[in-house]
């Protein structure tokens, strides 16, 4: 019988060796970065057309924006638009070693819980 190497693995580890780890953590940051995004909207009653135009984009720019798949938004639109939300973009690189040993860390506390 054939055994399958993925048996006891992540989603990361699995992502990784199908080479689809980076595509599959950009959708799910822009996942996020739109939810929040569609969430203030709702909160302020802002229309798309006004928050497009505060961002200084076109309406078709902003469905991009919001398309959790369309990952090929710059930061430059990204920060826009935090700002015309009266909001901060922030963006960091973090060393894998220390991702680990945080992620590591926080299954500790949620198993402790």
């Given at each position: 019988?054939?055994?399958?190497?993925?048996?006891?693995?992540t989603l990361e580890d699995f992502l990784r060796d199908e080479?689809?780890?980076?595509?599959?953590?950009?959708?799910?940051i822009k996942r996020v970065?739109?939810?929040?995004?569609?969430?203030?909207?709702?909160r302020t009653g802002t229309t798309k057309s006004s928050?497009?135009?505060?961002i200084g984009i076109s309406r078709s720019a902003l469905d991009h924006l919001l398309d959790p798949k369309h990952t090929g938004t710059t930061i430059k639109t990204l920060g826009r638009a935090a700002a015309a939300m009266g909001k901060d973009l922030n963006i960091e690189l973090v060393d894998k070693s220390k991702k680990k040993k945080a992620d590591s860390s926080k299954a500790r506390v949620r198993s402790a819980s």
């Open positions: 019988m054939k055994s399958n190497k993925h048996i006891g693995s080479g689809r780890l980076g595509e599959a953590t950009a959708i799910a970065l739109a939810y929040q995004i569609e969430e203030h909207m709702k928050l497009a135009e505060r």
